[in-house]
């Protein structure tokens, strides 16, 4: 049975984190419901590769376009025990698909005797005026080029106030396109505790809620830096965030369940693709994490306080993708002395054979290839430290706007385990596929211009979307006290023993966010870790600037790092497209530290 109503004064609403993206594990919602005593679980499936994944989907088949697993695999085995709790859903499952997810939904649940109240949120999806938008000149944001003529999908990043809307008009479970990935911690929010649309602080502070727990596991310890103190990995918790009304939360996971709740872990997920830390900006508001505080409280038990904001401005943020051709990646694995050098010969004829091969054909060249060595630490470029590597995978990457040409690609790699170098083999599997090259742009369109609303029961509800256009001032916050400079003895030390890390990717940006094991060592590493710095240190895959920002109530700062991913998502051709590994690059950079302090580590 439903819990009995809390009073006012003691409300608090638990909120389960049960995906952080489309491919989480199946043990999640189970997880959450069985153990987490939930008022709500909550869904996150939308990066923007899957969007990309999704498009494909749905031009192959109409009918789909949604994240399966959200009915099949997260929903199916949980759904009464959710209704016999009257745990509330919200997910974004619905991708460009929506509606089509929602009936996957029903359908499960009528199979099994079980009513749900569906709500669907309508609005983002802009495909079909695409053509209009061009002609009104609206250009991409990172390239300022113009709109193309030819879309898969197009989408606004939607906020919680459809959401919120829907949960009050009596919605068990609500499924949405495209929004930000916190707004469905963020919309149960408001509805539960009555915040309106100009609570700017309190929506800010809901959205770092949402924000600490949209990627799973990465609260709960999933990626810390220490990764070697966070137990029972097979049996990680998903998180629970129990939110106040006044903006503050306490983060928790199932008893009994792996991993840890940490702060450090907390602090790395806070700074984890947020870009300017002062103005992160949401549909719904523009928050100010800078002055955050994060407390441990207990053993898994993280307390975080309120965050501040302002306006959010009168745009979305549409989200789109476009068919460019082709791809094709494929692998040989070798072995033996020298290997290193032999994948890289053999990368070297496999594209100068099929080069030769589409010139003879009068078809035109490759549009793009890259080579990796995966194994002789590639990535690293002048960092790596591999030496007489005996075994790595050669990887090959091509892009052709005709799949034909990649079909002959995909044949010519096999004969290298013949031709070439002694030692070639395979985990066998086949050629490689071509698959299409699914690349994404964005643009911004005012708010005015999209219905929003939400459809239940058979009938759509508009809901209102402010657009205040004021633009207020971002509260200034000086810099670390400079670190002294005399002529105390230094030693070289790794980053890693002085800070945590966490990196992640927004487009071709990559952002790593650096929190201080101590908060004495921030000025310390931000008199060393400088902009110029990192850029040097990343010079073989930095190509744009970099940017840095403090936050003092976690004595931490945010790189950001510009035209560092290869375009980034879908459009990479590398073997980590989403900026994962960068911050665990960067810890391995060396800095000068006092001797009084290297010897203490």
């Keep these: 049975m439903p819990r009995a109503p809390r009073t006012a004064t003691d409300k608090t609403a638990r909120i389960g984190g049960a995906s952080g993206f489309w491919g989480d594990s199946m043990v999640a919602a189970p997880q959450l419901v069985r153990h987490g005593r939930l008022d709500y679980l909550v869904f996150d499936y939308l990066a923007e590769t899957t969007m990309a994944v999704l498009a494909a989907a749905r031009a192959k088949k109409p009918e789909l376009g949604y994240a399966t697993d959200f009915v099949d695999v997260a929903m199916k085995p949980v759904l009464a025990e959710i209704e016999r709790q009257g745990i509330k859903v919200v997910s974004n499952a619905g991708g460009i698909n929506p509606h089509g997810c929602a009936a996957a939904l029903r359908a499960l649940a009528e199979r099994e005797g079980i009513a749900l109240r569906i709500a669907v949120v309508e609005g983002d999806d802009v495909g079909e005026r695409m053509p209009a938008l061009r002609a009104q000149g609206l250009r991409d944001i990172d390239r300022n080029e113009a709109l193309p003529e030819q879309v898969l999908s197009a989408n606004a990043y939607l906020g919680a106030l459809p959401i919120a809307a829907a949960l009050a008009a009596g919605a068990d479970v609500v499924i949405t396109g495209r929004c930000v990935d916190s707004a469905v911690t963020l919309g149960p929010l408001m509805h539960e505790f009555g915040w309106l649309a100009t609570d700017y602080d309190l929506l800010a502070s809901g959205s770092l809620a949402g924000h600490v727990i949209e990627c799973g596991c990465q609260a709960t310890g999933g990626l810390h830096t220490d990764w070697e103190s966070i137990p029972d990995w097979p049996n990680i918790g998903y998180p629970i965030v129990e939110c106040h009304a006044d903006g503050s939360f306490e983060l928790s996971k199932p008893d009994g369940t792996g991993g840890r709740v940490l702060r450090a872990a907390v602090a790395e997920q806070l700074l984890y693709e947020i870009g300017d830390p002062g103005a992160y900006r949401l549909p719904d508001v523009c928050c100010d994490f800078r002055e955050v505080r994060i407390e441990q409280r207990g053993e898994d038990r993280v307390w975080v306080s309120a965050a501040r904001g302002r306006a959010p401005g009168a745009r979305y943020k549409v989200s789109a993708t476009r068919l460019d051709g082709f791809r094709c990646a494929g692998s040989l694995v070798i072995v033996g002395i020298d290997a290193a050098r032999k994948a890289r010969r053999t990368a070297d004829a496999i594209l100068q054979r099929t080069a030769r091969i589409l010139r003879e054909r009068g078809a035109p060249p490759f549009s793009a290839t890259h080579v990796e060595v995966i194994g002789a630490e590639s990535l690293y470029g ?13 990887r090959v990457v091509v892009d052709h706007p005709h799949k ?6 995909a044949r010519e790699i096999a004969p290298a385990g013949t ?41 759509r509800h508009a809901v209102p979307i402010p657009c205040d256009e004021s633009e207020e001032a971002m509260a200034p916050v000086a810099a670390p006290a400079p670190w002294p400079q005399d002529d105390e003895p230094t030693q070289p030390v790794r980053l890693l023993k002085l800070a945590w890390a966490r990196s992640g990717d927004k487009g071709d940006l990559s952002n790593i966010g650096l ?28 190509h744009g600037p970099v940017e840095r920002y403090y936050l003092p109530g976690i004595a931490a700062m945010n790189l950001l790092l510009h035209e560092a991913l290869d375009g980034g998502g879908p459009s990479s051709r590398r ?19 006092p001797r009084r302090i290297a010897q203490t580590l």
């Design 404 to 409: 034909e040409a990649l079909a002959m690609f």
């Design 419 to 459: 031709s070439w170098a002694p030692g070639t083999t395979g985990p066998g599997g086949g050629r490689p596929a071509a698959s299409p090259l699914v690349r994404p742009f964005a643009f911004m369109l005012d708010k005015s211009a999209l219905p929003v609303g939400f459809v239940m029961d058979g009938e």
């Design 575 to 593: 073997m980590d497209p989403l900026g994962k590994g960068m911050a665990q690059m960067l810890l391995d950079m060396e800095i000068e530290v």
């Design 515 to 542: 929190v201080a094991r101590r908060p004495e060592w921030l000025p310390l590493l931000w008199a060393r870790v400088t902009p110029e710095a990192v850029q040097a240190y990343f010079a073989h895959l930095v």
């Design 382 to 394: 002048p960092h790596a430290r591999a030496q007489g590597v005996r075994e790595v995978m050669m």
